[in-house]
T-cell receptor, first 116, second 112 residues
Framework: AQKVTQAQTEISVVEKEDVTLDCVYE???????LFWYKQPPSGELVFLIR??????QNEISGRYSWNFQKSTSSFNFTITASQVVDSAVYFC?????????????FGDGTTLTVKP | DVKVTQSSRYLVKRTGEKVFLECVQD?????MFWYRQDPGLGLRLIYF???????EKGDIPEGYSVSREKKERFSLILESASTNQTSMYLC???????????FGPGTRLTVT
């Protein structure tokens, strides 16, 4: 069975601080995909990034960066110089390529609050 | 841009009523999903579909059924609504296995 653990339920930082959201996953599959989604206060989940199990390169997109380490089964997300607009619930998800539809297992989410 | 729409943002129903939640996507995606989101429980998969008329149970299918007669539309049915089905319901679609999901705005259902 697949499992995604986001141990941090809530994080609060002050604007301009860097913050890392942790994600640890469990799967027996060799082919899988990892995702991060953002759910702002307005409610609609928005896709941020996808990583496949064969690509361990870190990714940077503006103030966002992702660190994928198969050795520790982790896919952590760092926001540099956080802003108030980063306040949201962030979900990490794991998709099983071998099932119909490649359904995803989501973590419980981390609520990030960035204070001005 | 992919657009996933849900028929209602807010819905109030009475216990025992039959409830239909509709979801439509405009990108010809193969896969569609229904989740419910509750505080502290994350997103839980109710049902999903990987083709027209093809559906599978997710993690919490009890009390729900689904229908997918056309590729773009995926309906969630609560046969006899109960108060413990009060929740936020999210619909999503994806192009293929391993692809990201695109979510609708959600329907907040209250059963009284």
């Amino acid at each position: 069975a697949q499992k995604v653990t986001q141990a941090q339920t809530e994080i609060s930082v002050v604007e301009k601080e860097d913050v890392t959201l942790d994600c640890v996953y469990e799967t027996r599959d060799t082919t899988y995909y990892l995702f991060w989604y953002k759910q702002p206060p307005s409610g609609e989940l928005v896709f941020l990034i996808r990583r496949n199990s064969f690509d361990e390169q870190n990714e940077i997109s503006g103030r966002y960066s992702w660190n994928f380490q198969k050795s520790t089964s982790s896919f952590n997300f760092t926001i540099t110089a956080s802003q108030v607009v980063d306040s949201a619930v962030y979900f990490c998800a794991l998709s099983d390529f071998n099932t119909n539809a490649g359904k995803s297992t989501f973590g419980d989410g981390t609520t990030l609050t960035v204070k001005p | 841009d992919v657009k996933v729409t849900q028929s209602s943002r807010y819905l109030v129903k009475r216990t025992g009523e039959k409830v239909f939640l509709e979801c439509v996507q405009d990108m010809d995606h193969e896969n569609m999903f229904w989740y419910r989101q509750d505080p502290g429980l994350g997103l839980r998969l109710i049902y999903f579909s990987y083709d027209v008329k093809m559906k599978e149970k997710g993690d919490i299918p009890e009390g729900y059924s689904v229908s997918r007669e056309k590729k773009e539309r995926f309906s969630l049915i609560l046969e006899s609504a109960s108060t413990n089905q009060t929740s936020m319901y999210l619909c999503a679609s994806s192009e293929d296995r391993g692809h990201e999901q695109y979510f609708g705005p959600g329907t907040r259902l209250t059963v009284t």
